[in-house]
């Protein structure tokens, strides 16, 4: 297994990787554009469309998701949340990191994620359905877990694949308008346009294929690894395997979670999706291992 600074050295090495494919993926497709319609000022704007993105990827994704999942800052008015606050602050003390921002989403749904591009400028978001539904020392497990994300900087990987993943989509979706607005090219080479546009066809088809394997990028291993960094943490396996079999037995799908920011959640937001007896195929693109399989794991580390 690696040590956490091994896995957040790594982690920072596949997201400017992965920040460099998507960079490459729009001046491709911006070059295809301004070579089909001859007008060079296309391939200019993709390069600052790619710039922007990686920019705002960076520094902004947490924010995105955030919003995007309904996430708002914990009251200390309520009792859930100043014990939440302190079982966040414990833990973080206990390995010398600075405690992240707490924020809550309203649905009853048990789930929580972590975002963020570092442990400084981190985020930890929990549903009011895990905050209810869990005993302290399982909720103390997932706080581990979704603590041993941001020490291991899964969460920079994690965050900026948010923005990559929305930003592929929306440039897909612009090479199409643009492409088949026009039945030919300006330059007059038919042969040349038709290479193109299969060539942009070909991209267009291949964008959510590419999208999906950024996000599968991010190892399902990495959940298991969290799962034994937080169990380290807390030195209690059992109760993050407790708080996994609770979550299995509700089953029940986050409001607002999208594909996008699926890969941030603890378990799998959407109904139906972990299980061990699934397909193949359904397996091979889930974006958490089986929580049968990370149960299994945890009991294993008490014999």
Do not use: C
């Amino acid at each position: 297994m690696l040590t956490p600074y091994v896995q957040a050295q790594h982690n920072i090495r596949k997201t400017w990787f992965l920040m460099f494919i998507v960079f490459s993926f729009v001046i491709a497709i911006g070059w295809g554009l301004s070579y089909y319609y001859n007008d060079s000022s296309i391939l200019y704007i993709a390069v600052g469309i790619a710039f922007f993105q990686n920019f705002f990827a960076y520094f902004f994704s947490d924010k995105v998701a955030l919003k995007a999942s309904g996430a708002k800052p914990i009251d200390l008015r309520n009792p859930q949340h100043r014990e939440l606050q302190r079982i966040v602050d414990n833990l973080s003390i206990s390995q010398g990191m600075q405690s992240p921002k707490i924020y809550y989403i309203d649905d009853p749904a048990m789930n929580a994620f972590a975002t963020g591009r570092n442990p400084e400028n981190s985020a930890m978001a929990f549903t009011t359905g895990i905050l209810e539904g869990l005993e302290k020392n399982e909720l103390e497990g997932v706080a581990a877990h979704e603590l041993s994300h941001i020490k291991n900087r899964d969460i920079l990987v994690g965050t900026v694949v948010v923005v990559l993943v929305g930003f592929l989509a929306i440039i897909s979706d612009m090479f199409i308008r643009g492409a088949f607005r026009s039945g030919g090219g300006g330059n007059g080479n038919s042969k040349g346009n038709g290479i193109i546009m299969i060539v942009g066809i070909v991209f267009i088809i291949l964008s959510p294929f590419i999208a999906k394997a950024i996000q599968l990028a991010i190892s399902r291993k990495r959940e298991l690894l969290a799962d034994a960094t937080g169990a380290e943490i807390t030195r209690y396996p059992e109760g993050l395997a407790d708080a996994l079999e609770k979550i299995s037995q509700q089953n029940m799908p986050v409001k607002k979670a999208g594909t996008a920011t699926a890969h941030l959640y603890f378990a799998s937001p959407f109904k139906n999706k972990e299980k061990k007896s699934g397909g193949f195929m359904q397996r091979l693109f889930s974006t958490h291992p089986p929580i049968e399989e990370r149960i299994e794991n945890l009991r294993s580390m008490n014999k």
